[in-house]
Each structure stands twice: as C-alpha cells, then as structure tokens.
C-alpha cells in the first residue's frame, strides 16, 4: 500500500465537513475564496460545476501536492438558481416560492492535484418535491432550525425532511452538500483510497 497525499477539502462548510469526516480520512479545510456569483445566462447547473471546479482548481494552486475536493450545490426551480437566503425574510421568500413544486439540487464535485495533473470532476442532481406548506409551517420551521446557510433553505437531515414529499436521488449525502459516492469514486482515481490507502 502506499503513503496517501495530503487531502484538502476547499470549503468551510460544516456540512461538507462533516460528510467528509465520515470516510475516515486526514484532511485540510483551507477557503477557496472564489467569487460565487453566476455569469450572464449561466444555468445552475452550470454554476455549480463551474463552482466545484474553481475550488478546487484555486487551493491546488496554492498546494499543487495535494489532492483538492472542491464542491458546491445550487437549488434549481424552474431553470432559476436559488443560492442560500443568508436572511430569514429570503428564506421565507425561497419557500414560498418551492411548496407544492420539484426543485433540483446540482451538487458538483471536482478532485484536483496540480502535481499529478489530475482533473476531474462529476454532478449528482437530486430532485425534491415540496409539499404544499402553510405559513405557519414555513415560519415554525425557519425558527426552529435556521437554515439560512443552506440552498433553497431546507435542511432535509433533520427538520426540514417534514418540509418533504419525496426525493429522488442515487447518492443520499449529495443533498446535504457533498455526494459521498461520487467523492470516493474520483478519490479513488486521484490515488486515495478510503478502503486501502495507508493515512499518513
């Protein structure tokens, strides 16, 4: 077996902290600092893949050594992007605007090591059906969990599933904000393995 590269997750979300964490896996956190706002007629899901990308592409700049997992997700109702509220009167707005509809969330993915010219990148879109929420349900929610640093305002790992109808997906962590299954699979071909790699 042989010694694992260093590791570097480009995000300070906890969330995808916390995902990570779950491979067993040493890593870095270090802020990409990448301006996040969408070009002119970009789709989301092109904003998210560009996003994941850029990430990773600005901290394997810096530490061309390790292998960078750069990520970012962007909720998509009707070809609109819906990034997270920040406020509680945007999330309120947000969730009006998805009950009773299907939103998808665009979770890209991408692994770089500068070193080893290695590039790639993949997206796992999740779709969610929102049930027809009351305002009360909308405010008691915002209140109890305020999830402004989440896309489209909804955390479905805890309350928020009750703002739920159904969800559609292949990768159950990629709504949380970081596809574990797709994350292994490029891990595995930047030459870390959680399974066989020896952590250094």
């Known amino acids: 077996m042989s010694l694992a590269p260093p590791l570097i997750l480009a995000s300070t979300s906890r969330y995808r902290h916390e995902l990570l964490s779950r491979l067993r896996l040493p890593f870095e956190v270090l802020a990409p600092e990448v301006d996040e706002s969408a070009l002119p007629g970009e789709t989301p899901?092109?904003?998210?893949?560009?996003?994941?990308?850029?990430?990773?592409?600005?901290?394997?700049?810096?530490?061309?050594?390790?292998?960078?997992?750069?990520?970012?997700?962007?909720?998509?109702?009707?070809?609109?992007?819906?990034?997270?509220?920040?406020?509680?009167?945007?999330?309120?707005?947000?969730?009006?605007?998805?009950?009773?509809?299907?939103?998808?969330?665009?979770?890209?993915?991408?692994?770089?090591?500068?070193?080893?010219?290695?590039?790639?990148?993949?997206?796992?879109?999740?779709?969610?059906?929102?049930r027809d929420l009351g305002d009360d349900e909308i405010e008691n929610y915002l209140r109890a969990e305020q999830p402004y640093d989440c896309a489209g305002s909804a955390k479905c790992e805890t309350l928020g599933i009750s703002l739920l109808q159904s969800i559609e997906s292949d990768d159950p962590t990629a709504l949380i904000g970081l596809p574990?299954?797709?994350?292994?699979?490029?891990?595995?071909?930047?030459?870390?393995?959680?399974?066989?790699?020896?952590?250094?």
């Open 45 to 130: 899901l092109e904003l998210a893949q560009r996003l994941a990308l850029a990430k990773a592409r600005a901290i394997a700049a810096r530490r061309p050594e390790a292998v960078v997992i750069g990520s970012d997700q962007v909720a998509d109702l009707d070809g609109q992007a819906l990034g997270k509220p920040g406020t509680h009167e945007r999330a309120v707005q947000q969730l009006h605007r998805m009950r009773g509809r299907r939103v998808l969330f665009h979770t890209a993915v991408a692994v770089v090591c500068a070193e080893r010219a290695f590039e790639a990148a993949t997206l796992c879109s999740v779709a969610v059906s929102f």
């Open 180 to 200: 574990l299954i797709r994350t292994s699979e490029l891990l595995r071909q930047a030459g870390i393995d959680p399974l066989r790699t020896v952590r250094g």
